[in-house]
Nanobody, 121 residues
Framework: VQLQASGGGLVQAAGSLRLSCAAS???????MGWFRQAPGKEREFVAA????????YYADSVKGRFTIARDTGKNTMYLQMNSLKPEDTAVYYC????????????????WGLGTEVTVSS
């Protein structure tokens, strides 16, 4: 399984960005998710989505502002980020795993390289 995240950039506070994660390989039945890591901080859960997209999960810090979605036909996952705040500044990683939902980064098997998001105040 290979994952490639894209869509990061510099945006002003209250702005929006959409991240994409293109997946290839044996991705059937895999749950997918987004994590982020700010400088000097541990990697943290942002959002996750089940294989068919019927279940979504969000960290409290992004609930109501971020929306996760996936297009199984295109093997792509998205993270629409609205009302961005400076504290959302981080490198964002997409990940995939078998099994159920988990917010613990170390329980996710497959990782892509991150895409950097910087939110200016």
């Amino acid at each position: 399984v290979q994952l490639q995240a894209s869509g990061g950039g510099l945006v002003q506070a209250a702005g929006s960005l959409r991240l994409s994660c293109a997946a290839s390989g044996r991705i059937s039945l895999l749950n997918m998710g987004w994590f982020r890591q700010a400088p000097g901080k541990e990697r943290e859960f942002v959002a996750a989505i089940s294989w068919l997209g019927e279940n979504t999960y969000y960290a409290d810090s992004v609930k109501g502002r971020f929306t996760i979605a996936r297009d199984t036909g295109k093997n792509t996952m998205y993270l629409q980020m609205n009302s961005l705040k400076p504290e959302d500044t981080a490198v964002y990683y997409c990940a995939a795993r078998n099994g159920g939902y988990s917010s613990s980064w170390y329980q996710w098997t497959y990782w892509g390289l991150g895409t950097e998001v910087t939110v200016s105040s």
